[in-house]
């Protein structure tokens, strides 16, 4: 390179700087962002409201929750308090921990398979603890063997939806094909009932292993039928001596729009190797599809149970005859529904969690900016030759 092209010396020419920065654009409040996530106790009481009301959710739950709804609107009008009665207070406790126990049983099983690590835990624990499967024929006449989806179900709810069967009787449909559900489920902590719960009961310790076994068919011999037995220590023994309660249940349809339903309950006692019969029932339903209402039943039914929560030894024989309207419901605290008991304009508002972004911040500003004062200008660098 030619001597005369290289610059001697650098002079630093400060008459060009760039124009001031505006500061009309900038904003006056900012938001903190933030990704959106459900959280997992939101995930769990929407499962816990969709097990015991949403699609496909089991009948054992829509009587006591429209009765609640119904007992709900009577005491609000009310001007004395209403009474609800020992059996239905129970009775709605079980349903919300059996609703909730199958609520958290769906949240833990789709939170745990959105892992790819956490999933083949989680289909070995389930194989482990509740090993079950479903055998039905296909169209095409094979067999297809898979594991039950419905083995988490209540046992009291999975009973319930025989009971009560098909609310679309005689509907123009293919056929049902025959299937086959069998399974246990294995626990460890006892799961709290009522009896559990109540004033003055002495507590116990929570570790109770049980098994309960069973054995569901469709269109097998029988419409529907289900035959299951529960085998459970008893927290008062100390030695393993455990008691075995089992039930079935059948229900058969006679001739179009009558069925007949039959149940039978009993107990073994190991240790005095005493077998009672808790329960003998026999009922005769008929849906009242002649008048266009399929969805409405009459049931004439006749049942002899034990009572030892009345005293021990007491044994009541039944006769009723009841309407039923199989209609939609819901539960009654529905984490996507208005709050029972909270309505537009009254005393107590409902409390809901905050959604969305951060509360509104005053944007972060330089102390250039704060002050008012311009940049400094910014020097360039020109090389003298």
Known sequence: MPADTVPSHLDI????VSPPISLSGLPQHTRDLHPVRDPFL?????????????PGASVWYRDMATKLDVNWRLAALAPTPLHIDNATRDLALDMAIAGASSGWD???????????ELTPFHTFAKSILTPSLQVERGQDGSTRVKPDSAASLDSRAAMADIDRGSQTPNAKVKPPLPSLRTGSNITLISIPTSDDVRAGTDAQSPISPGMTSWLDVRNIIFDAARVQARIAQPTERRKFNPNVRWAALARQEIIPSWAVVADLQGQLFHDTQQQITVRQ??????????????SWALRAAM???VRDDLEPGIVEERFSVSLRADLGWYVPQDVDRWP?????GGEIAPILPPTGPGKPMPFMASPAERTGAEPPPQPQLVAAR
Do not use: F, I, N, Y
């Open 281 to 294: 029932g026999v009922a005769l339903e008929h849906r009242l599809t002649d008048l266009s209402l399929s």
């Open 13 to 16: 020419d400060t008459s060009l």
């Open 106 to 116: 769906t949240a833990m099983r789709r939170t745990l398979r959105q892992s790819t």
């Open 340 to 344: 029972l008991g909270h309505v537009p």
């Open 42 to 54: 939101h995930t769990w009481q929407r499962a816990t409201a969709k097990s015991m009301a949403g």
């Open 303 to 305: 049942t002899r149970e």
